[in-house]
């Protein structure tokens, strides 16, 4: 069974877009909302860095 019983989803923004980044677990009790965020938050930092990386290459680049 592939049902998601817990999740969590924490927004980020890069410049003027945002974004989700959602993360689920058949584990009911893993994300009940009074855990430590910091391993989700630092996934969601280096996302949000990797984007925005992104956009700085393709101007410096001329990447299409």
Do not use: H, P
Request: charged share 35%; aromatic share 10%.
């Amino acid at each position: 069974d592939n049902e998601m019983l817990s999740g969590v989803i924490s927004i980020f923004k890069v410049k003027d877009k945002f974004g989700l980044l959602k993360i689920g677990s058949r584990d009911q009790t893993k994300y009940l909302g009074d855990g430590d965020t910091a391993f989700i938050e630092y996934i969601r930092d280096v996302i949000a860095s990797v984007i925005e990386l992104k956009d700085e290459w393709k101007k410096i680049f001329s990447i299409t």
